[in-house]
């Protein structure tokens, strides 16, 4: 078996949605744990960690709270992104059954999550710090009346079995994360769909927004997600993240963000990387 190319750091607990990304889009990475977001921008920036895979948003519960703070100071650069389909499993200790059950612990977003299933079988809902710890203390505990939600990684680390699974009420909940290292790998231009990254605020001055986007409309570039959020509890200070589809060296984005710049300041590109299937798959799916 080859050496290992290095550590992929994720915030959570063995088990977590985030060491299931690992999992599936760096498996030949080590994963590392680490208690919090700013903890795997750490790991990576110290050398501890090669990349980081962090969530920044779902389609369910939006947008990931402190990411977009925590990234465009990271010194970080995307250099890919996963999609993560959420399939929740109802874990137990073996032996349990789901009638035996009297509560479900999990992580404040993945109830809510789950509620319909929650509210047809009478459970009562435990907040737990997140998903992957829910699980290790049903399993600690070994109280067959006590379940947690969580995916089939925790409860093959922990030794639980799935007394349902997919059993969120929306089927088509996925993470988005995006993967983080120390140096750029910016892909060829011209080698299949690529995404950009970038951050900005707008000069303050009228209708700075519409005409700093408008270049990216006369050039034909498709903006596939763009957020605001306050920075330094100023309520005039707005940054935005923005993806768009193109490649800074390609004419049409090289063109759409001279003209963004134009309006803008403190423009920081975040990121130059391949887009992910599931991207295309789902743009399919939607026409």
């Known amino acids: 078996m080859p050496p290992s190319p290095g550590r992929i ?9 985030s060491h299931l990304a690992c999992r599936h889009a760096r498996l030949d990475y080590e994963p590392l744990p680490c208690a919090a977001f700013e903890d795997a921008f750490a790991a990576v920036a ?7 895979m962090i969530p920044i948003d779902n389609s369910v519960a939006g947008r990931v709270a402190d990411i ?6 990271s010194g970080l650069h995307i250099v890919g992104e996963h999609f993560e389909p959420v399939r929740h499993h109802l874990l137990a200790v073996p032996g349990a059954t789901l009638s035996d059950l009297r ?36 399993a600690t505990a070994g109280d067959p009346a006590v379940g947690a939600i969580a995916s089939s990684l925790a409860g093959e680390i922990y030794g639980l079995v799935s007394l349902a699974q997919d059993i969120a009420d929306a089927s088509d909940n996925t993470t988005r994360f995006v993967v983080l290292a120390r140096e750029p790998e910016v892909p060829a231009p011209g080698s299949g769909t690529i995404v950009t990254s970038f951050v900005f605020r707008v000069r303050s001055v009228p209708a700075a927004l519409y005409k700093a986007l408008g270049g990216f409309a006369t050039n034909g570039v498709n903006m596939t997600k763009l957020e605001s959020y306050m920075i330094q509890g100023r309520f005039e200070a707005t ?6 589809e193109g490649h800074p060296d390609e004419r049409p984005l090289r063109l759409a963000l001279e003209e963004l710049r134009f309006f803008s300041r403190d423009l920081r590109i975040l990121g130059v990387y391949p887009a992910h299937p ?10």
């Open 103 to 138: 509560q479900v612990r999990s992580h404040i977003h993945a109830l809510p999550q789950c509620r319909g299933f929650l509210r047809r079988h009478g459970l009562e809902a435990v907040v737990a710090a997140d998903t992957a710890g829910a699980a290790r203390e049903v």
């Open 46 to 52: 110290d050398g501890t960690a090669q990349l980081a």
């Open 68 to 73: 977009h703070h925590l990234m465009p100071h």
């Open 278 to 287: 599931y991207r295309a798959a789902n743009l399919s799916e939607a026409d």
């Open 9 to 17: 750091a994720f915030q959570g607990q063995l088990g977590a949605y």
């Open 239 to 244: 940054q935005f993240y923005a993806d768009v």
